[in-house]
């Protein structure tokens, strides 16, 4: 078990371009890095080589967050490794189109086992450890503006995501004070031209400050959380505007 002295984060979903950007700001922030990945091992630990430039002690792990088993098994080697989780960012999901009426079992388990139910469960296990600690720990949630969008291709993963906003309200409220919980909301910040619908020209015209979103902009909003400590169960939108539309 590693020493205690520097903070740990614990986060799902960190070998795509968003999630890798946040998982290398987290260790820049001075925390250790448990990650899980799993369709892309690649990607992975492309990622976890940049982290280890920063934060040596961090890791990765295999793991189907839409398999609780595999959820319980990720944390029980986390908890052989570390003595402590300060930081859990549940960033793990899965997205793509699913028109009405044509949307199957097998899609619907996909999208939302991924992102709900492997949240939930998530969430779970790192409360389990975070409410008995002697400090202040945080859960942060990656949710979607399309919560509060009617996305009529998207039915799955709207639900999801509104779901996962939900769930970060109620474990605001059993938790607090020792656990602050709080959601994040991103609008439009990586172009899958495989996945989305529109080009990006037809996405900013609908974006009031007139440009797609960066990593850095979600990334800023989670340094923002890890600084404050008088906010909890809130969804912050970060989409430059969008749905003021």
């Given at each position: 078990?590693?020493?205690?002295?520097?903070?740990?984060?614990?986060?799902?979903?960190?070998?795509?371009?968003?999630?890798?950007?946040?998982?290398?700001?987290?260790?820049?922030?001075?925390?250790?890095?448990?990650?899980?990945?799993?369709?892309?091992?690649?990607?992975?630990?492309?990622?976890?080589?940049?982290?280890?430039?920063?934060?040596?002690?961090?890791?990765?792990?295999?793991?189907?967050?839409?398999?609780?088993?595999?959820?319980?098994?990720?944390?029980?080697?986390?908890?052989?490794q570390?003595?402590?989780?300060?930081?859990?960012?549940?960033?793990?999901?899965?997205?793509?189109?699913?028109?009405?009426?044509?949307?199957?079992?097998?899609?619907?388990?996909?999208?939302?086992?991924?992102?709900?139910?492997?949240?939930?469960?998530?969430?779970?296990?790192?409360?389990?450890?975070?409410?008995?600690?002697?400090?202040?720990s945080?859960?942060?949630?990656?949710?979607?503006?399309?919560?509060?969008?009617?996305?009529?291709?998207?039915?799955?993963?709207?639900?999801?995501?509104?779901?996962?906003?939900?769930?970060?309200?109620?474990?605001?409220?059993?938790?607090?004070?020792?656990?602050?919980?709080?959601?994040?909301?991103?609008?439009?910040?990586?172009?899958?031209?495989e996945?989305?619908?529109?080009?990006?020209?037809e996405?900013i015209?609908?974006?009031?400050?007139?440009?797609?979103?960066?990593?850095?902009?979600?990334?800023?909003?989670?340094?923002?959380?890890?600084?404050?400590?008088?906010i909890?169960?809130?969804?912050i939108?970060?989409d430059?505007?969008?749905?003021?539309?």
């Amino acid at each position: 078990m590693k020493p205690s002295g520097r903070k740990v984060c614990f986060m799902t979903g960190a070998s795509g371009r968003l999630g890798s950007e946040i998982a290398l700001s987290v260790a820049g922030q001075g925390y250790t890095v448990f990650f899980t990945w799993h369709s892309s091992e690649e990607k992975a630990t492309e990622t976890l080589e940049k982290i280890r430039w920063i934060s040596p002690e961090s890791t990765m792990v295999r793991c189907d967050v839409s398999k609780p088993g595999d959820i319980k098994s990720a944390f029980e080697l986390f908890s052989k490794q570390f003595d402590r989780l300060d930081l859990l960012i549940a960033s793990a999901s899965n997205f793509y189109s699913t028109p009405l009426p044509e949307v199957t079992e097998e899609e619907w388990d996909s999208l939302v086992n991924t992102n709900l139910k492997g949240t939930f469960f998530t969430m779970q296990e790192a409360a389990r450890i975070m409410q008995h600690q002697p400090f202040v720990s945080r859960i942060i949630t990656m949710t979607d503006i399309s919560a509060d969008l009617v996305w009529r291709n998207f039915a799955p993963y709207t639900v999801s995501k509104t779901g996962i906003q939900h769930l970060t309200k109620i474990f605001a409220k059993k938790f607090a004070p020792s656990i602050l919980v709080n959601s994040i909301a991103p609008g439009t910040v990586t172009i899958n031209p495989e996945k989305d619908m529109d080009t990006p020209e037809e996405m900013i015209k609908k974006i009031p400050l007139k440009r797609l979103g960066d990593p850095l902009d979600i990334v800023r909003t989670i340094i923002f959380l890890l600084e404050s400590d008088y906010i909890t169960g809130q969804i912050i939108n970060v989409d430059g505007g969008r749905l003021l539309q």
